[in-house]
């Protein structure tokens, strides 16, 4: 018999539910009669003592269902280590809940900061499993998350809504990208849906070279323009700012977010019409798309195995196509950016696309 608890933890994204049930399906052949703890609401469960006992049948029809069956909730792991506002010392808390509900191990299904504290349960004598779950598809050591491409098809389809409105107009739109730090998501989406110019985090961007970019396009006759801009991106004057500057100046910015800055910017120095859109949560939410449903299913099978082979201490990672366990210690604290010199990017820009530089 085996007492497992499952748990979400950080942005919910699509594929949670496809990666549990893989998880599941695997150990209940293995293990008709184990115990799935479903840890409520992420961390907070664990630290709370909040659970759910999950059936075989919990984990039915829910391959095609976004969200988490099991609540998540985001509990940074800089505040791991400080009491509570009651004074409750937070990993003691979840080393006592796992002890005294005797589990096994813990399936820890999450994205950078989850993997911080699944890292530190594990330094803490806890045995851990862990999935590469979200949109940003910046988890060092797997190649792709689940829930990225399911985002990226959700943003495309907004730069493709976006197409024939900016063409009947004659307007330069931008579209804003989810990614946190990083551009995966804005770089794929960008492509998919050929946006003409794409602003990601990791190429700061010169704001004089992206109205270049648009006046060529206009003086081509072309009477519409899309960029793709990451919620991330930044130009090369902030870029060289501190951490510490930069923040002070963001404080006095009173732009909602980035691309409204560089709207006014192309509107004041090219005299174009600018819309912005951002598709926000969206981008997050509804069914994973059929290939997260594919890597979910593997990814769950694999962590399954490592389960039942008493494999503790690893993520379940995709590399070369293949299903890997990578060690927590190197996953921690890690992110995995766009390279500005790769093979992706060069080609990118054989396309003519602009990076704003
Ligand atoms: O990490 C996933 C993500 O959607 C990022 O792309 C985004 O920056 C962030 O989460 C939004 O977080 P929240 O849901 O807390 O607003």
Do not use: P
């Given at each position: 018999m085996k007492r497992v608890g499952f748990l979400t933890s950080g942005g919910d994204c699509q594929g949670l539910n496809a990666t549990m049930r893989g998880v599941a399906k695997t150990l209940f052949q293995k293990y008709p009669d184990m115990e799935i703890y479903g840890i409520l609401e992420g961390y907070k469960g664990l630290i709370y003592g909040n659970y759910r006992l999950l059936k075989?049948?919990?984990?039915?029809?829910?391959?095609?269902?976004?969200?988490?069956?099991?609540g998540t909730s985001r509990t940074p792991f800089k505040y791991m280590r400080m009491p509570d506002e009651n004074g409750l010392d937070k990993v003691e808390a979840m080393k006592s809940n796992y002890k005294k509900w005797g589990l096994d191990c813990l399936v820890i299904l999450g994205g950078n900061g989850t993997h911080k504290t699944a890292n530190l349960l594990r330094e803490e004598g806890c045995n851990v499993v862990t999935l590469p779950k979200t949109?940003?598809?910046?988890?060092?050591?797997?190649?792709m998350t689940f829930g990225f491409q399911s985002a990226v098809d959700i943003a495309t389809n907004a730069i493709d809504c976006i197409h024939t409105t900016a063409a009947s107009h004659g307007r330069v739109f931008i579209v804003e990208v989810m990614g946190h730090k990083v551009g995966w998501l804005t770089l794929h989406a960008g492509i998919a849906g050929g946006a003409d110019i794409i602003l990601i985090p990791e190429i700061p961007y010169d704001i004089n070279v992206v109205v270049d970019a648009l006046d060529k396009r206009a003086k081509e006759g072309k009477n519409f323009s899309i960029l793709a801009v990451a919620e991330g991106a930044i130009s090369k004057e902030d870029a060289e700012l501190s951490k510490k500057e930069l923040k002070a100046k963001r404080k006095k910015n009173p732009f909602p977010s980035i691309s409204y800055q560089i709207g006014q910017e192309i509107q004041e120095k090219t005299g174009q019409e600018v819309r912005i859109t951002v598709p926000g949560h969206t981008q997050r939410g509804g069914q994973p798309c059929p290939y997260d449903r594919v890597i979910s299913s593997r990814l769950g099978s694999a962590a399954a195995r490592m389960v039942i082979e008493e494999k503790y201490g690893y993520m379940a990672a995709l590399r070369d196509g293949e299903v890997v366990p990578v060690p927590l210690e190197e996953v921690a604290g890690k992110l995995k950016m766009v390279d500005p010199d790769s093979a992706i990017i060069q080609e990118v820009k054989g396309l003519g696309i602009s990076f704003g530089i």
């Open positions: 075989s049948r919990d984990f039915s029809g829910i391959l095609t269902e976004g969200g988490t069956i099991i949109i940003d598809n910046d988890i060092w050591g797997t190649d």
